[in-house]
């Protein structure tokens, strides 16, 4: 199912930022091709990332307003 | 009828053609018993006399009727005697009596404590031989004049629980009622049903008279199933009354006494349906507040959720902004490289050696050519 690969995506995307954030706090030599090169990587993550939770945040926010109406409707 | 003038009739011809014409003559005679004769056979010869001028006539009663009515003739008794005048080929006039009553408030009050006392007497009032008034009934007989409000009162407070009545319609005024009476419970004694219901309204205690008739109370009191009696009155209760396994004022409450056992029936369905449609709806409720609540434990779980990828992301934007290469060397930071490792000692170079510097926009090659501690 797409929706549960995108959601797997964000995680994986989370989990690699993760990796690299770490990368970058316990280099000790600095490799700045390697640097730069998990920098555009890790910036394309985080893009992404905003992305895909900008659109779980608006699907969850539908969700959230079709209930509603259900509630609305049972009263 | 005209008899021809010239006809002859015999003895016997003659006293059946005046029987023929005085049966006919069925009247109520008021009196004073003046003389009274028990004969062997049980049957009573009296003599009745007028009070005002002394005119007497002879009279007659069966040993049934006498047995009946319970009444004990004696000389200076007022009575009333219901019945038809006819000659006996032997005994000549008589008034055939077929019910006597006696008259006079006063003397109607002794019979009925002398009966009272009597039955009283014999333990026929006694609670503890009366029986309870089983609950659940629904075959029910049923005494009392079929013309009447009384009869109206009772079946119109029945209400719907199914009671399969049986009527024997019976008089209940005077003291002719007792045959009737009589009749009907022997009638009821060879029929199915789970009790007896005996009615009639208020009145005097003379025209009550029927139901202190000691024969019918000792029907009642052997009657195989309880007896509830519903009989009106102003002071002397009927004996009959007092010997009923239960005795009611009015037909109404002879009534809701059959239907009370069932209404509470109904009145318990009726509780627990509505405890039961309680109880759901508190499930219903309880279960729509824990949706409620679930939902709204979802939607606080997934917010935080939300927010602390979104946390995490500012972070890691963050630490790489502060990280990237790009802006150390745009910061004015070069990176010093020799033999392709990065100096940050000065063993890492010798004099001689290239040193790659690289700095934001390429790189500059130099030369070590000087070391100073």
């Known amino acids: 199912m797409p929706k549960e690969k995108s959601t ?64 609305n409707k049972e009263e | ?59 007659f009663i069966w040993k049934y009727n006498y047995n009946l009515y319970g009444i004990k003739l004696e000389v200076g008794m007022k009575i009333i005697a219901s019945g038809h005048p006819n000659v006996h080929k032997s005994y000549g006039f008589k008034f055939i009596a077929d019910v006597i009553e006696i008259t006079g408030e006063g003397e109607l009050k002794k019979q009925y404590e002398v009966l009272r006392k009597k039955l009283a007497e014999e333990g026929i009032f006694a609670k503890e031989r009366k029986r309870e008034i089983p609950k659940y009934l629904r075959k029910v007989g049923l005494i009392t004049a079929k013309q009447g409000a009384v009869l109206a ?49 208020g009145g005097s205690l003379e025209s009550m008279m029927a139901f202190n008739n000691e024969l019918l109370v000792r029907e009642v009191v052997s009657f195989k199933v309880p007896v509830i009696a519903a009989i009106g009155h102003h002071k002397d209760e009927p004996l009959v009354a007092l010997a009923a396994d239960l005795a009611v004022s009015t037909p109404s409450i002879a009534a809701t006494t059959l239907t009370e056992p069932w209404r509470q029936v109904d009145l ?11 109880k759901l709806d508190n499930i219903i409720q309880n279960s729509k507040m824990n949706l409620e609540n679930s939902w709204k ?41 020799c ?32 070391l100073k501690p």
């Open chain 2, 153 to 201: 009162d009772f079946l119109s407070n029945l209400g719907k629980y199914g009671f399969k009545i049986k009527l024997i319609d019976s008089r209940v005024e005077g003291q002719g009622a007792v045959e009737d009476l009589i009749s009907a419970i022997r009638t009821f004694k060879k029929q199915d049903i789970e009790a007896l219901v005996i009615m009639r309204g």
């Open chain 2, 297 to 337: 434990d979802l939607i606080f779980g997934f917010n935080s959720l939300l927010s602390k990828i979104s946390r995490q992301l500012e972070n890691s934007a963050k630490i790489i902004f502060l990280n990237n290469p790009e802006r150390q060397l745009k910061l004015g930071y070069s990176i010093a490289r």
């Open chain 1, 8 to 71: 797997k995506n964000l995680s994986s995307n989370l989990k690699r930022l993760s990796e690299i954030t770490d990368w970058f706090e316990n280099q000790e030599e600095v490799d700045v091709e390697e640097g730069l090169e998990k920098v555009k990587e890790a910036a394309s993550l985080i893009k992404a990332s905003k992305e895909r939770l900008k659109a779980v945040e608006n699907e969850f926010e539908e969700i959230k307003k079709e209930t509603d109406i259900k509630e």
């Open chain 2, 1 to 59: 009828m005209k008899i021809p003038n010239d006809a002859i009739f015999s003895i016997s011809e003659y006293i059946e053609l005046l029987n023929l014409t005085l049966g006919k003559f069925t009247a109520k005679i008021v009196g004073e018993v003046s003389e009274t004769n028990p004969g062997p056979t049980g049957h009573v010869y009296f003599t009745l006399k007028d009070e005002k001028d002394g005119s007497v006539i002879d009279c």
């Open chain 2, 268 to 278: 318990l369905v009726e509780t627990a349906l509505s405890v039961s449609l309680q």
């Open chain 2, 339 to 370: 033999r392709g490792k990065i100096v940050r000692k000065l063993k890492d170079t010798a004099i001689g050696e290239n040193i790659d510097l690289k700095v934001s926009d390429g790189t500059i090659i130099t030369e070590t050519i000087n």
